[in-house]
């Protein structure tokens, strides 16, 4: 770690402006012959400490020299650890599903004691820090791609701030893929570009499965609305960026989410608004005294994402989705689509709910939905023509049996 280093791009951040022309660090991370991660990209870390008189930001940069030691491949599961200077340390965690992989944890060690980095700091203790909330996700077999700056704040006083990257995890070859799995922030500084190309535009990075978050919502000091879903935005808007129409797909982040509402006899609400991205959904679960059936009646939305020309809004006060019985829960554990509206739908998955009669801070007994039903049925007919072969081959044996003995009878 240079002082030099520290020096400008503290500097840079001063004026706010930076003519430093960075070239990107490489890092890879081998087992044996075998490539598994390779990462080019600026890392900056801001990251702010106490001093007798106050608190003093210094701006880290990764080194080129950053070593690699304690890195590891696996198949659902690799790390890149990058160490530089006196204990200070970079690393982050991939995993993968079938068609995704992601930077599940992205942490940053630091160590106070170092006085030429940290000058006058009060501490001297190694600090770790990490966050699961990176947003870094790419397609099997792509290359991530980020060369605009991105900042992830690990907690109020340090941030990442990552630019210029190109890295992949989980790869079948030496190389990064020329297949590219292109962020946001840089798709909507590409289309700004002249668009008269005959090339496809980058394809947006899938956000993946949404994470379940667990929403409840209150009356009193008793829980009286119980929710555990995970849950994804499907809207179509007119962008910023491309002053066309857009379709973007979104997961509601469980930990940057709020939930509250209220509870009824026969009308129940569940308000959930989240943070960072403003989007706001308002479900209303109608109970039908006459048949002791509860469904979503109404479900209402609005967005202000980042490239949305103006706020999204959305109501549909004519819905009968997620129908279940009084008394009980309703799951379903399999992926469904609520069309809302022709320019918003909803994806649940992995989905219990009850907005009525919650008793003792626990779901009732749960009503599967009929795609998990139908799932649940390949399994047994496969059972059943079994138990079928099992029987026919057992009566086959006692008629062969009594045959045999009946000729023994005549003889
Ligand atoms: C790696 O490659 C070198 C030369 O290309 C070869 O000699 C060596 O055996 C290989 N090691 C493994 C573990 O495959
Ligand atoms: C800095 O000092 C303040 C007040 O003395 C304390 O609350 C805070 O936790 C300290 N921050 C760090 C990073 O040690
Ligand atoms: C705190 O800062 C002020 C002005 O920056 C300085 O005059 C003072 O001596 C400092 N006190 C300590 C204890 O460092
Ligand atoms: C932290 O820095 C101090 C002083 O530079 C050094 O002696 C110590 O070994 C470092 N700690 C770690 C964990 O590297
Ligand atoms: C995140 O990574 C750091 C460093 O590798 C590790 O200490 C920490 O336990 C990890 N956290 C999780 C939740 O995996
Ligand atoms: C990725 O590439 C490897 C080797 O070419 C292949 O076996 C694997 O199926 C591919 N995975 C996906 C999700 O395309
Ligand atoms: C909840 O509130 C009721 C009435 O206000 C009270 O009797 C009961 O003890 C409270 N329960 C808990 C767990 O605080
Ligand atoms: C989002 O909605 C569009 C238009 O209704 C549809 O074509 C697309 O398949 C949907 N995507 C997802 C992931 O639900
Ligand atoms: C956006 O497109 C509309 C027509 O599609 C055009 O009238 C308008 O000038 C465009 N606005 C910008 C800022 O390019
Ligand atoms: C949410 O964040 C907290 C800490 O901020 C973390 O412990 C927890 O694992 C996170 N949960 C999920 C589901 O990401
Ligand atoms: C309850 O359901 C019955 C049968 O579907 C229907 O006729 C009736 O109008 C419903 N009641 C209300 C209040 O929606
Ligand atoms: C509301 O949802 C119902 C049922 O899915 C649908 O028939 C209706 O067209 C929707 N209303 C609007 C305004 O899209």
């Not at 970079?90 to 004691?113: A, G, H, K, T």
């Not at 899938?206 to 009286?224: A, D, F, L, Q, S």
């Not at 309703?330 to 008793?359: D, G, H, I, K």
Request: glycine content about 6%; aromatic content about 8%.
């Amino acid at each position: 770690m240079s002082i030099r280093h520290t020096f400008t791009a503290a500097l840079c951040l001063t004026l706010m402006g930076c003519l430093v022309v960075t070239h990107a660090v490489t890092l890879e991370v081998k087992e044996g012959n075998f490539t598994c991660i390779k990462a080019q990209l600026d890392a900056n870390f801001s990251i702010t400490y106490n001093i007798t008189n106050g608190t003093n930001t210094v701006v880290l940069v990764l080194p080129d020299s950053a070593s690699t030691n304690g890195s590891a491949c696996g198949n659902v599961s690799s790390r890149l650890v990058a160490s530089f200077g006196d204990g200070h340390v970079m690393s982050i965690v991939f995993s993968s599903d079938q068609r995704l992989y992601r930077v599940e944890n992205l942490s940053l060690q630091y160590n106070l004691s170092d006085r030429n980095t940290f000058p006058q700091s009060t501490s001297t203790n190694v600090v770790s820090l990490e966050t699961n909330s990176s947003g870094i996700s790419a397609r099997m077999n792509s290359t991530y791609r980020c060369l605009s700056s991105s900042t992830i704040r690990l907690n109020a006083a340090v941030s990442v701030i990552f630019s210029n990257v190109r890295m992949e995890a989980f790869m079948s070859g030496g190389n990064l893929s020329t297949d590219e799995s292109v962020c946001s922030a840089d798709q909507t500084v590409t289309t700004a570009a002249p668009p008269k190309t005959t090339t496809a535009p980058p394809s947006p990075v899938p956000p993946g499965i949404p994470e379940r978050g667990n929403y409840t919502v209150t009356n009193g000091n008793k829980t009286c609305l119980l929710a555990l879903m995970g849950l994804q935005l499907n809207i179509t808007y007119l962008s910023k960026s491309q002053n066309k129409t857009v379709t973007e797909v979104r997961n509601l982040q469980p930990n940057k989410t709020s939930s509250s509402g209220s509870c009824g006899v026969t009308v129940s609400t569940l308000k959930l608004t989240e943070d960072l991205q403003m989007t706001n959904l308002n479900f209303t679960f109608t109970l039908n005294s006459t048949t002791q059936k509860f469904y979503l009646s109404a479900l209402s939305v609005s967005a202000s994402w980042p490239d949305m020309k103006e706020t999204f809004s959305a109501v549909n006060t004519s819905l009968e989705y997620l129908q279940g019985s009084a008394g009980r829960s309703y799951m379903c554990s399999s992926e469904q689509t609520f069309a809302v509206v022709p320019t918003f739908s909803l994806n649940t998955f992995r989905l219990q709910l009850q907005p009525f009669n919650v008793t003792g801070n626990q779901f009732a007994a749960a009503e599967e939905c009929r795609l998990d039903q139908e799932n649940m049925l390949i399994p047994i007919i496969v059972g059943a023509a079994l138990a079928g072969l099992v029987l026919i081959v057992l009566i086959a044996y006692l008629i062969g049996r009594k045959r045999t003995r009946a000729g023994y009878q005549t003889i």
